[in-house]
Nanobody, 126 residues
Framework: QVHLVESGGGSVQAGGSLRLSCAASGYTYGRDCMGWFRQVPGKEREGVAAIAPGGGTTLYSDSVKGRFTISQDNAKNTMYLQMNSLKPEDTAMYFC???????????????????WGQGTQVSVSS
């Protein structure tokens, strides 16, 4: 059974940085594409970053491009999201996701992912 656990969330001031981690059990990194999503109450889950199998290709939403970096360490079965220059509008629950079979088909759509973590809260104050 696949189990994803996020960590690293917290509260920071605007301009600060956080690094989220996603540790997996029962799942082999590098097999499918993976991603990070975020959600605020009342809104649809938004894809912010995706990484292709093997980690060679990444994709970002326009809202985080140039500020966030997705990466993975296959040996540690862990994925990361480095978030710099954080803004209050980045405040959300952040989720990692796995099991995206086709990186070339909407990798930032939550509908493409089979497995989800429980989320970690990120709060950015102005």
């Amino acid at each position: 059974q696949v189990h994803l656990v996020e960590s690293g969330g917290g509260s920071v001031q605007a301009g600060g940085s956080l690094r989220l981690s996603c540790a997996a059990s029962g799942y082999t990194y590098g097999r499918d594409c993976m991603g990070w999503f975020r959600q605020v109450p009342g809104k649809e889950r938004e894809g912010v970053a995706a990484i292709a199998p093997g980690g060679g290709t990444t994709l970002y939403s326009d809202s985080v491009k140039g500020r966030f970096t997705i990466s993975q360490d296959n040996a540690k079965n862990t994925m990361y999201l480095q978030m710099n220059s954080l803004k209050p509008e980045d405040t959300a629950m952040y989720f990692c996701a796995a099991g995206c079979r086709r990186y070339d088909v909407e990798p930032l759509s939550f509908r493409r992912y089979a497995y989800w973590g429980q989320g970690t809260q990120v709060s950015v104050s102005s």
